[in-house]
């Protein structure tokens, strides 16, 4: 693949992609955030059943 295919490739999806509206950035924050929220949680009950389990984390 030579640099001429490749910034045709990007001019293509450049031309196809849009800045989203404010409802379906909402949506994504919230996606997101849920997201973040519930591997945070996971983490830190691995690590409290570590440390209740006698680890020495």
Same mark, same amino acid.
């Given at each position: 693949m030579d $640099?001429? /295919?490749s910034l045709a490739r990007l @001019?293509?999806?450049l031309q196809v992609a849009s800045k989203p509206d404010?409802? /379906?950035f +909402?949506? @994504?924050a919230k996606i997101t955030?849920? +997201?973040i929220l519930i591997i945070g949680a996971?983490?830190?009950v $691995?690590?409290?059943a570590?440390?209740?389990l006698g680890g020495n984390a």
């Open positions: $640099i001429r /295919e @001019s293509r999806v404010k409802d /379906e +909402g949506q @994504s955030g849920a +997201g996971t983490g830190f $691995i690590f409290l570590a440390m209740l």
